[in-house]
Nanobody, 115 residues
Framework: QVQLGEAGGGLVQPGGSLRLSCVASRNFFSISTMGWYRQAPGKQRELVARITSGGSTNYADSMKGRFTISRDIAKNTVYLQMNSLKPEDTAVYYC?????????WGQGTQVTVSS
């Protein structure tokens, strides 16, 4: 069992930045991949970025160069630094943990980009 707690969402103007954080209830050595996904109203949930237990990262094309995923192993925390935010980045952002046999989701945090 893994509990995930997200924080850091909010309202930001276009061009602004936010940093999301996700704390896991167990250490990363037992988690294959930690990731961030998002879901906008009326759309399917989509991958934003993910980081493997070995530290490899990958991003959705539309986020490359603007978003950065990182982690603090000692704190069991993964971060998503979001820069140059656009209105189309508005969504609920979810933290995800993939283990060999199942995956877990956080409750989500709302990010709204609007002037």
């Amino acid at each position: 069992q893994v509990q995930l707690g997200e924080a850091g969402g909010g309202l930001v103007q276009p061009g602004g930045s936010l940093r999301l954080s996700c704390v896991a209830s167990r250490n990363f050595f037992s988690i294959s991949t930690m990731g961030w996904y998002r879901q906008a109203p009326g759309k399917q949930r989509e991958l934003v970025a993910r980081i493997t237990s070995g530290g490899s990262t990958n991003y959705a094309d539309s986020m490359k160069g603007r978003f950065t995923i990182s982690r603090d192993i000692a704190k069991n925390t993964v971060y998503l630094q979001m820069n140059s935010l656009k209105p189309e980045d508005t969504a609920v952002y979810y933290c995800n943990a993939k283990l060999p046999n199942r995956e877990y989701w956080g409750q989500g945090t709302q990010v709204t980009v609007s002037s």
